[in-house]
């Protein structure tokens, strides 16, 4: 259930029409902050969450050693190998049959929106 539609159907009770309104429900909320000053005040020795974030990344690439993996020129050669590769994950199973159907759908897909572009061009 959603946070709206259960908001909605607690909004619904008899009893909770008029929780939010009325002396009595003010009177409450100013006691509930009096017992807790502070709340949800910015703290002024806050650090925000991006540079905690970024600090935290920082260190971990500081960590590992250089990267000598393959460069980008190479993967593009072996072409084949990725996509297998690719079909393999996206199946999950590195079954040659069950890669076959994958590629074979891939295809008939592909050549089924081409073949409706070349019919039928997209505005």
Excluded at 6 to 13: E, G, I, N, P, R
Excluded at 105 to 123: E, F, K, S, T
Aim: no cysteine; glycine share 6%; aromatic share 4%.
């Amino acid at each position: 259930m959603s946070k709206s539609a259960s908001q909605a159907k607690w909004l619904s009770k008899p009893q909770n029409r008029d929780y939010f309104h009325g002396a009595e429900h003010v009177a409450r909320v100013r006691q509930w902050r009096e017992a807790h000053p502070g709340y949800g005040k910015k703290t002024s020795g806050a650090t925000p969450l991006q540079e905690v974030l970024i600090a935290h990344h920082h260190e971990i690439i500081e960590e590992k050693p250089v990267l000598t993996g393959v460069a980008l020129q190479e993967v593009i050669i072996d072409q084949p190998a990725v996509l297998i590769g690719l079909i393999a994950h996206l199946t999950a199973s590195p079954l040659q049959d069950d890669i076959a159907q994958a590629s074979r759908h891939l295809l008939q897909m592909g050549r089924d929106i081409l073949a409706r572009q070349m019919v039928a061009p997209i505005p």
